[in-house]
């Protein structure tokens, strides 16, 4: 027979083994929820289970002369040298944003060919350094 101290030890492993178990399916629940994948558009192009209705981010250069800019919207055109897709974002874009530069952005495919931003991230190399600042430092050395 079970003593009572060895019953209770029992039942206090068995409730703290179950309070762990439904956190941890609440945390990886929750996390999977908040996850955007990143894709290039070849990525794009070739899978065969897309969800159009799940957030990604498409990543790769713009395109040049693919660039235009109305008053509601800006289109562009994000490329991997390989495959290309066309993006839709009404917004501000950042500062570093231009044409043959790396962009992510955020939101939903429409289809595999056209993508609606909500969120443009714009990317820069090690080498990037803001014009305020190359300005100052121009100055400095005169």
């Known amino acids: 027979m079970l003593t009572t101290k060895v019953k209770k030890r029992a039942y206090l492993l068995a409730a703290t083994l179950t309070v762990s178990v439904v956190a941890i399916f609440f945390i990886l629940k929750s996390l999977s929820s908040n996850i955007l994948?990143?894709?290039s558009p070849t990525e794009i192009k070739n899978s065969n289970d897309t969800n159009f209705n799940k957030k990604i981010r498409v990543g790769?250069?713009?395109k040049k002369n693919s660039l235009e800019i109305d008053s509601e919207e800006i289109?562009?055109?994000i490329t991997d040298f390989e495959n290309e897709i066309m993006v839709s974002y009404s917004g501000t874009v950042p500062n570093l944003f231009t044409e043959e530069?790396?962009?992510v952005?955020?939101?939903k495919l429409q289809d595999k060919k056209f993508f609606i931003a909500d969120r443009i991230l714009a990317k820069h190399d090690e080498n990037y350094m803001p014009p305020e600042?190359?300005?100052i430092m121009k100055e400095n050395v005169k």
């Open 37 to 39: 994948y990143f894709k």
């Open 60 to 62: 790769g250069m713009v």
């Open 75 to 77: 289109k562009f055109t």
């Open 101 to 103: 530069k790396g962009v």
């Open 105 to 107: 952005a955020e939101g």
């Open 133 to 135: 600042l190359k300005k």
